[in-house]
C-alpha cells in the first residue's frame, strides 16, 4: 500500500486506517487538481411551474402570446422578473416586424472569460391561434429553469454564460436574426457555441439531437446515452428555428427538440413509445397546445441535458 498523503506524525495513523477503509484514496488528497462541477438535476416542477403561468398569462391575454400581442410582453416581463432577482445582467432588445414592436431578452451571468461566451436561447413568442405552451413555452422554461439553476449553484463557470429568449421566432426568426445581425464581427466572434431549444415536450415525443457542431452534438447524445435513451438527428425541418442565424454567422449551433408535425414512425414508437402513424405534436400550432400538451418525461430529460450541456460546455 502506498502512503503519498503528509500528516502530522500524530496523525498518521488515522490516515492509514481511513486509507484501508476507503481502498486506498482519500477524496481531496490531491492539491492543485479541481473536479469539474457536475451539472443539477433540473426539477421538472419548476420547469412546469413557469408553464403554468405562460399559460395563465396566454388566458388573460386573448389566447395566446404572440409577437406585438400584450401576452408575448408579459410572458417576457415575467421570465426578466426572474432572472434579475437571481442576479443575471439583463438586457431587453427592441426591434420592429409586420409593424409591430418587437423584444428579445437577453441575461449574462457575471464572470467568466468575457471572450469565450457560451449561449442558450429559445422563442418566447408564439403563434395567435393557441397560448404556446409545448411551442415554445417548453424551451423557455427549460432554458430560464437552466439560468436559475446556475444562480442556486454560485456557478462560476471558466466561460462567460448568456440566456436569450427570442422575440418573433413565429414570423421567421426575426427576433435571432436581429440579434446576431446586430453584434459586432468581434462580439460574434467570442461565442463558442450556440444551444437553442425549440419544442422539447412534444406530447408523441422523439429524441432528436440537431446535427451541427460536432462537439456540442456529442455532448447531448452521450447525455442521453447514458440515460439508455436512444436519439436521433432533427431531420423536421433544418433551419426553421433560432440557430440558423447563428450558424449563418459561422457560430458553433447545436440544440434538442421531440418534434412537431410529423407522424412517428412504427420503429420510432418502438424504442420510444408513443404512438405510431400520429404527430409528435398534434397541437402544434393551434390552441391545444396548452399545459396538457406536455409529455413530462421528455420534458424533465430535455431539461437536464440542457443544464449537462450548459456546465460541460462552459468548464
Ligand atoms: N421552429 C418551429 C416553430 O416554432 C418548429 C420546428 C419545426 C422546429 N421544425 C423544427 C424546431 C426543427 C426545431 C427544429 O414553429
Ligand atoms: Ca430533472
Ligand atoms: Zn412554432
Known amino acids: 500500500m502506498k502512503l503519498s498523503v503528509s500528516g502530522r506524525a500524530t496523525a498518521a495513523g488515522a490516515v492509514a486506517v481511513a486509507l484501508l477503509l476507503t481502498g486506498g484514496s482519500i477524496a481531496g488528497a490531491s492539491p492543485g487538481a479541481q473536479p469539474l462541477a457536475a451539472a443539477p438535476d433540473i426539477p421538472l416542477a419548476n420547469v412546469k411551474a413557469h408553464l403554468s403561468q405562460f399559460q395563465s398569462?396566454?388566458?388573460?391575454?386573448?389566447?395566446?402570446?404572440?409577437?406585438?400581442?400584450?401576452?408575448?410582453?408579459?410572458?417576457?416581463?415575467?421570465?426578466?422578473?426572474?432572472?434579475?432577482?437571481?442576479?443575471?445582467?439583463?438586457?431587453?432588445?427592441?426591434?420592429?416586424?409586420?409593424?409591430?414592436?418587437?423584444?428579445?431578452?437577453?441575461?449574462?451571468?457575471?464572470?467568466?472569460?468575457?471572450?469565450?461566451?457560451?449561449?442558450?436561447?429559445?422563442?418566447?413568442?408564439?403563434?395567435?391561434?393557441?397560448?404556446?405552451?409545448?411551442?415554445?413555452?417548453?424551451?423557455?422554461?427549460?432554458?430560464?429553469?437552466?439560468?436559475?439553476?446556475?444562480?442556486?449553484?454560485?456557478?462560476?463557470?471558466?466561460?462567460?454564460?448568456?440566456?436569450?429568449?427570442?422575440?418573433?421566432?413565429?414570423?421567421?426568426?426575426?427576433?435571432?436574426?436581429?440579434?446576431?445581425?446586430?453584434?459586432?464581427?468581434?462580439?460574434?466572434?467570442?461565442?463558442?457555441?450556440?444551444?437553442?431549444?425549440?419544442?422539447?415536450?412534444?406530447?408523441?415525443?422523439?429524441?432528436?439531437?440537431?446535427?451541427?457542431?460536432?462537439?456540442?452534438?456529442?455532448?447531448?447524445?452521450?447525455?442521453?446515452?447514458?440515460?439508455?435513451?436512444?436519439t436521433e438527428i432533427e431531420t423536421e425541418g433544418d433551419g426553421r428555428s433560432d440557430h440558423a442565424p447563428f450558424k449563418s454567422a459561422g457560430v458553433p449551433v447545436g440544440g434538442l427538440f421531440t418534434g412537431a408535425s410529423r407522424a412517428k414512425t412504427s420503429a420510432q414508437a418502438a424504442k420510444w413509445g408513443g404512438t405510431a402513424g400520429q404527430s409528435f405534436d398534434r397541437c402544434y400550432h393551434s390552441s391545444c397546445d396548452t399545459t396538457s400538451n406536455i409529455n413530462d418525461t421528455a420534458l424533465d430529460r430535455n431539461s437536464d441535458a440542457l443544464a449537462h450541456a450548459v456546465w460541460e460546455l462552459s468548464d
Open 57 to 230: 398569462i396566454a388566458t388573460a391575454n386573448g389566447g395566446n402570446r404572440a409577437h406585438g400581442r400584450p401576452g408575448f410582453k408579459a410572458s417576457l416581463d415575467y421570465v426578466k422578473a426572474k432572472l434579475d432577482a437571481a442576479g443575471y445582467t439583463t438586457t431587453v432588445q427592441q426591434f420592429t416586424s409586420s409593424g409591430r414592436t418587437g423584444y428579445n431578452l437577453i441575461a449574462d451571468w457575471p464572470g467568466g472569460d468575457p471572450d469565450q461566451v457560451l449561449m442558450a436561447g429559445s422563442h418566447l413568442d408564439g403563434v395567435t391561434s393557441g397560448p404556446g405552451i409545448n411551442d415554445n413555452g417548453s424551451g423557455s422554461a427549460a432554458v430560464l429553469e437552466t439560468a436559475l439553476a446556475v444562480s442556486r449553484a454560485a456557478h462560476r463557470p471558466a466561460k462567460h454564460l448568456r440566456f436569450a429568449w427570442w422575440g418573433a421566432e413565429e414570423l421567421g426568426l426575426v427576433g435571432s436574426r436581429y440579434y446576431v445581425n446586430n453584434l459586432s464581427s468581434a462580439n460574434r466572434a467570442k461565442i463558442t457555441g450556440y444551444l437553442n431549444f425549440d419544442m422539447i415536450g412534444s406530447r408523441n415525443a422523439g429524441y432528436f439531437v440537431y446535427d451541427d457542431d460536432p462537439t456540442i452534438e456529442k455532448t447531448f447524445k452521450d447525455y442521453f446515452a447514458g440515460l439508455g435513451v436512444a
